[in-house]
């Protein structure tokens, strides 16, 4: 998919020191709140594949258009609609496949939380790796409220929050503030309006300068040892650390550190 309509996707070109380009997707149907409709999780999807496959690509930011909201979550006209249970039953592929795809990707994700991060968006910011958040922005699960449960984003939050939290977010449907959120461990930093875009960029730039093959690896770790038994994934992670050690980057690394000069990454 090469058009979109519900969101933006652009890359930032490679730097003067050879740090890969930033891919930010930017959620941009304002007019619904940036609802989750099929449409744009499947845009969603597309450019998260794309950046997948550009090896330009170092780190992926996720964005929004709107000025105070992020993303209101699922959209609620759906659910009125007549429909079968199977045709219902898949309508909510959509969400796992953008988990699965953010889980996957082997590179880091930053959400830039500039506005409420509501229901099922909160599910995709969860699912990637850091959130950085307005001051002024909210967090929640308000599904409740409205005679329904967010069963499609309920493992996202136990495996990021406390089970007791978790439980009081799922059963009261209360918004959290920014701060409340960082707390939680859902967001890990919040910041005033106006140090928001450059808190986003610094770690953004910080997070493309490092290896790209070796950052691979860890993504690709992070997201498969993530249920594993505790003795699985000793060995697992040890095998994965074995492979890391034969690259060219974890050498050119330790070497640089000991030579007290930047590396120069080769991918290899």
Not at 23 to 33: Q, S, V, Y
Not at 134 to 141: E, L, M, P
Not at 155 to 177: D, F
Not at 210 to 238: C, F, H, I, N
Request: hydrophobic share 45%.
């Amino acid at each position: 998919m090469t058009g979109y309509e519900k969101i933006r996707y652009e890359v930032g070109a490679p730097d003067s020191g050879g740090a890969g380009g930033v891919a930010t997707i930017t959620l941009d149907d304002p007019e619904t709140r940036n609802a989750l409709s099929d449409q744009l999780l499947g845009e969603l999807r597309a450019a998260l594949g794309a950046a997948h496959e550009d090896e330009d690509v170092r780190v992926v930011v996720l964005a929004s258009s709107h000025e105070k909201v992020f993303s209101a979550g699922a959209n609620l006209a759906g659910f009125g609609a007549d429909a079968a249970t199977a045709e219902r039953y898949f309508a909510t592929d959509g969400f796992i496949e953008v988990f699965k795809a953010i889980g996957e990707l082997g590179k880091p994700s930053i959400v830039a939380a500039n506005g409420h991060v509501l229901a099922g968006s909160l599910g995709i910011a969860l699912a990637c790796d850091l959130i950085i958040a307005k001051r002024g922005a909210g967090f929640g699960t308000p599904e409740i409220n409205v005679g329904l449960f967010p069963f499609m984003i309920m493992a996202l939050i136990y495996r990021n929050v406390g089970r007791k939290k978790t439980n009081e977010m799922l059963l009261l449907g209360e918004r959290l503030t920014a701060e409340q959120a960082r707390e939680a461990g859902i967001v890990n930093r919040v910041v005033a309006d106006e140090e928001f875009d450059a808190a986003v960029d610094e770690w953004a730039t910080k997070l493309a300068s490092k290896s790209p093959l070796v950052m691979r690896l860890g993504k690709d770790a992070m997201w498969r040892q993530l249920d594993m038994p505790l003795l699985d994934a000793l060995d697992y992670l040890k095998s994965q650390l074995a492979i890391e050690l034969s690259t060219q980057d974890a050498i050119e690394g330790v070497t640089a550190f000991f030579e007290k000069r930047e590396p120069e990454w080769r991918g290899r």
